[in-house]
């Protein structure tokens, strides 16, 4: 489908590119070490692009493109904290930031890495796990491409009809939850999350003013979970799992959705 991908290859980040430059306020629950890995050592970041930090410290504080901000005391201290990136949309973020630093030109980005969170482990929940990430970043792009791309993509793992549902993420209006019908268990399963980049975000990177960004993210493990019949996602990823079962498996089941007992759709 013509994406790029981006370089994932940090595991820690920032505070500020994981949440404050994605227009997460201070006070946002993700961000207390009750959801997210914060590093002892070091405990702080060393570099930060001074010019847009100010930038954004405005942008909550008192808003701008339309926004009235978040009206609170904005910290450095906060945006400095070292932690284990808890979405791949930190990435995201530092890409359309370079982006925004050239000549516009149209990008599509795609990513699959590693996330970290502050959970609780159960059957379906690891501390950590795999996020895949797609954005398209264009002029005049509307909810209208979002959706058409997102059937796409999704019809290309073998996930036909798509619903959405309203969602709130900080940084994106709108947002929306993407839901499957999975025909083996008979019901609506969450696959996703989309939406378009807020102006406090793209403006504040200094991307042209007619610039959207459609951009969705999903994990990796859920939908093979499901695929594959598996029902703790220990058996798939992580300490637990059976290296004999890891041996036995072929590196690459692309033919599974394709052979004589099941179609592509069967998978979903
Ligand atoms: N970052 C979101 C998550 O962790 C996924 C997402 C990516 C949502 C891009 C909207 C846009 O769930």
Redesign the pocket.
């Known amino acids: 489908m013509g994406f790029e991908e981006m370089p994932t290859n940090n595991f820690v980040e920032s505070s500020f590119w994981n949440f404050d430059a994605l227009f997460q306020p201070q006070q946002h629950p993700a961000r207390d070490s009750h959801d997210t890995f914060f590093l002892k050592v070091p405990s702080t970041t060393r570099r930060l692009p001074e010019d847009y930090v100010e930038k954004v410290k405005q942008v909550h504080e008192s808003g701008g493109y339309g926004s009235k901000g978040y009206r609170y005391n904005w910290k450095r201290g906060e945006a400095d904290k070292n932690l284990l990136r808890?979405?791949?949309?930190a990435v995201?973020t530092r890409m359309l930031y370079l982006l925004a630093r050239k000549p516009f030109s149209p990008k599509r980005y795609f990513s699959i890495d590693r996330?970290f969170r502050n959970e609780a482990v159960d059957r379906t929940h690891l501390a950590e796990f795999h996020?895949i990430?797609g954005?398209i970043c264009d002029r005049k792009l509307t909810l209208g491409d979002l959706l058409g791309v997102l059937d796409d993509f999704f019809a290309q793992l073998g996930m036909g009809k798509l619903r959405f549902k309203p969602a709130y993420?900080p940084?994106?209006e709108p947002?929306m939850e993407i839901f499957s019908y999975h025909e083996g268990l008979e019901k609506w399963v969450e696959v996703?999350?989309?939406?378009m980049?807020r102006p406090e975000m793209l403006r504040t990177m200094g991307l042209p003013e007619d610039v959207s960004v459609i951009?969705?993210?999903?994990s990796l493990e859920r939908p093979t979970m499901i695929l594959y019949g598996v029902d703790n996602i220990r058996d798939l990823f992580g300490p637990k799992v059976d290296f004999n079962l890891i041996k036995a498996s072929p590196i690459c089941r692309l033919g599974l959705g394709l052979n004589s007992t099941t179609t592509s759709n069967d998978c979903w």
């Open positions: 808890t979405h791949t949309t995201s996330v996020q990430e954005l993420n940084y994106t947002s996703g999350n989309s939406g980049f951009a969705w993210g999903l």
